[in-house]
């Protein structure tokens, strides 16, 4: 069999056996060539012009493809990540380069570690509660934009695509299409909780009485709000975060909210989706079912389940469940202290 062949035949399993695309797979395969296939592997993949791309994510195929899935990560940059790709230099400049980064509260340093882990680059901290994962190796960035290339939903896409402009005119990568938004179903894979993971708060608001120490007006919600305009306003493919807001309130069966506020020295407009009721709720515990969080939030959204559970049994409304509601709101969120990361093993 051919060397040729032998790659083709190896591609096809690794797409069919973890559902891949096939630009992603194809960058992984260059890892046989640090695994001692010879100098005839080495050869064509030269051909290819990417034997030399560092690529993490082959050695860890479970981790990728079990957890960080591209709809995952695409909606996750979307919401709390930054695509930066440099202008033009000037004469006799700098040659300056792209930049990834996606920030992390810092109670998640396990996750971002992780990141770092599977896609290269480094975690460092800012000030406040902040860690920010950053991907500045072209090589890296490249594998990256590969793995979420086709799974963005918003105008940030535009970032995307310069991002990917200015890798294909370097000339040291394979060209990449620039492929447009992702318009499944929200339930054909993990962008949401992507952009959950970013933007999206779990919520117990509710009164204990003084009188009976009994739970009055108990809200089960969650809260998932986005920026109204992109800041490109000339975005080919759009700058509203309306429509792909109007998608996920559709899909949860609630509507969507639209803010603005004064700021000092701006006016700042937003949307977002308030999930309460009882069949928005069910919805969403179904969606993440399928497609869990990794974060911190995801144990903020397990204590937010159990509140949903003693509301339906009405178990809020003795004086055991309320001070166990108590107990609960009071872990979560800003005030966590327990955590559990055996679901990033």
């Known amino acids: 069999m051919t060397i040729a062949r032998v790659i083709v035949v190896r591609i096809k399993s690794l797409m069919l056996k973890y559902r891949l695309p096939p630009a992603i797979v194809l960058i992984m395969a260059s890892v046989f060539v640090e695994q001692g296939m010879g100098e005839p592997m080495h050869s064509y993949y030269s051909t290819l ?21 591209p709809a995952y990560i695409a909606g996750l940059v979307e919401g709390d990540g930054s695509l930066v790709t440099p202008g033009p230099r000037a004469d006799g400049g700098k040659k300056r380069y792209p930049k990834v980064t996606i920030c992390f509260a810092l109670k998640d340093l396990p996750l971002a570690n992780l990141f770092v882990t599977v896609f290269g680059g480094s975690v460092y901290t800012t000030p406040g509660k902040w860690l920010v994962f950053t991907l500045q190796n072209p090589r890296d960035i490249y594998a990256f934009v590969v793995f979420i290339n086709g799974y963005m939903r918003t105008p940030k896409i535009d970032a995307l695509h310069n991002m990917i402009n200015w890798l294909n005119a370097s000339g040291n990568y394979p060209i990449l299409p620039l492929l447009g938004l992702d318009n499944t179903s929200l339930y054909s894979n993990g962008w949401l909780a992507g952009i959950l993971e970013a933007d999206c708060s779990f919520q117990l608001t509710f009164r204990v009485s003084l009188i009976t120490g009994l739970i009055i007006d108990l809200r089960v919600s969650m809260i998932l709000t986005q920026r109204l305009m992109y800041h490109v306003v000339d975005a080919a493919l759009g700058a509203s975060f309306l429509p792909i807001m109007s998608i996920i309130a559709d899909q949860f069966l609630c509507n969507v909210m639209q803010r603005v506020r004064e700021r000092v020295n701006c006016i700042e407009s937003n949307c977002g989706v308030n999930i309460k009721s009882l069949e928005s709720r069910l919805a969403l515990i179904n969606y993440l079912s399928m497609y869990p969080l990794m974060s911190s939030k995801r144990l903020d959204y397990l204590d937010w389940v159990k509140a949903h559970k003693m509301l339906l049994s009405k178990e809020y409304k003795t004086i055991s469940g309320a001070q166990k509601l108590v107990l609960l709101k009071s872990g979560m969120n800003d005030g966590r202290t327990y955590f559990d990361w055996s679901n990033l093993d």
Do not use: C, E, R
Not at 49 to 69: E, H
């Open 49 to 69: 012009g990417i034997d030399q791309i560092t690529v993490y994510m082959s050695a860890f195929l479970p981790i990728v493809t079990n957890k960080f899935t």
